[in-house]
């Protein structure tokens, strides 16, 4: 498998846990413990994003595209 195929994996599944975190705990909630779980899902979706960017930009870097032929014959 490519890395750029592993890094995407690991990006959505990253965005996938911190909508799980982020939306698992109710809004306005006081404890300490709940919040702080809410802003970790927040910034793992985040990271979850870049992730996969840098995984889809790493794959189409390393794409192998065909020569061009380029035949001049008339």
């Known amino acids: 498998m490519k890395m750029g195929t592993v890094i995407i994996a690991t990006?959505?599944?990253?965005?996938?846990l911190g909508l799980v975190m982020f939306y698992s705990?109710?809004?306005?909630?006081k404890d300490q413990l709940l919040r702080l779980i809410k802003n970790t899902g927040?910034?793992?979706g985040l990271s979850g994003m870049g992730v996969t960017l840098?995984?889809?930009?790493?794959?189409?870097?390393?794409?192998?595209?065909k020569p061009i032929k380029e035949s001049f014959d008339v």
Do not use: D, P
């Open 42 to 44: 927040t910034f793992i």
């Open 25 to 29: 705990v109710e809004i306005g909630q």
């Open 11 to 16: 990006g959505v599944s990253m965005f996938i």
């Open 54 to 65: 840098a995984g889809i930009l790493l794959r189409l870097i390393n794409k192998n595209e």
